[in-house]
């Protein structure tokens, strides 16, 4: 259990974009602001289902990328990993990850730098996974992030795993796979484009990795039935009452649900497992 002070350090900590203005910050912190903690396209369901394929366990050394407000971390920590690295390029994020807690002796450290250039050590980890953040970049750092995971894995031990945003199905017509990218940026004010499954494969091929696992699932991060799964009924209603309060918020949420419910045949959830590719000799 946290500390008194560390209880007290993790609430006064101030969330990531705070002090922005709510019609001009990116979605995924105007979201936290209202008190949402679970930012991840398939939710706790897939998040879970990712950390099962990937096996965590106390022999493991974990570095997650683009760590957060922490939800994930806090369900890797209760699989007891030997040590868990944060890594975010946000101040506020790494104030918050450096309060982190964990049940047993895992090592725990928060690092304040860039996904594609975290500045850990060569094999320093068993396990690199990151969520909701590949999405946002355009192709070139999409490889940049996806190769730096690459380098940090141990050869002989090393499991890989993304959660991202997904364009379905394979094949989909590029003019509406930018169409669909466009109506994002202009909801959450963040360049996102997301790929098909074959295209999130074939990244990780390029790069180094066999795939081993995937999952699909529904995009409905603001829909109700979701909300309530992944924060519970109480928060939910936090946050709904939040919005409610704050007009300029809920105007962007609203927008914001309206995109996911207009593209919701072509925009899912994707979460796949890869381990590196064993070289040629």
Not at 32 to 46: N, T
Not at 61 to 66: D, K, P, Q, T
Not at 146 to 160: F, H, I, K, M, P
Request: with cysteine.
């Amino acid at each position: 259990m946290a500390s008194t002070d560390q209880q007290d350090r993790q609430q006064n900590t101030p969330l990531p974009g705070d002090g922005l203005d709510a019609a001009r910050m990116p979605g995924h912190w105007l979201l936290a602001r209202l008190g949402k903690r679970v930012l991840r396209p398939g939710g706790v369901e897939l998040t879970g289902w990712m950390l099962d394929a990937l096996g965590v366990d106390p022999e493991d050394r974990v570095v997650e990328l683009a760590a957060g407000l922490g939800a994930t971390a806090r369900l890797t920590l209760t699989r007891r990993p030997a040590a868990y690295t944060a890594v975010d390029r946000d101040p506020s994020a790494v104030a918050a990850l450096s309060a982190l807690t964990a049940p047993g002796p895992t090592v725990i450290r928060a690092v304040r730098s860039d996904a594609a250039d975290t500045g850990l050590p060569d094999g320093a980890a068993s396990v690199v996974y990151g969520e909701a953040m590949l999405t946002m970049q355009h192709y070139p750092a999409k490889r940049r992030i996806v190769r730096e995971a690459r380098r940090l894995l141990d050869d002989s031990t090393g499991r890989y795993a993304m959660h991202e945003l997904c364009l379905l199905p394979d094949g989909l017509d590029p003019a509406l796979a930018d169409r669909i990218a466009a109506d994002l940026q202009d909801a959450i004010h963040v360049g996102a484009r997301p790929l098909t499954p074959s295209d999130w494969s074939e990244l990780l091929a390029i790069e180094g990795f066999t795939v081993t696992a995937h999952k699909t699932a529904p995009m409905a991060l603001l829909e109700p039935r979701r909300l309530i799964a992944d924060e519970g009924l109480i928060p939910a209603l936090r946050i709904a009452g939040r919005a409610l309060r704050d007009p300029a918020a809920l105007r962007r949420v609203l927008h914001m649900r309206r995109v996911f419910r207009r593209h919701s045949a072509h925009l899912g959830a994707i979460s796949l497992v890869a381990v590196p590719t064993p070289t040629q000799a």
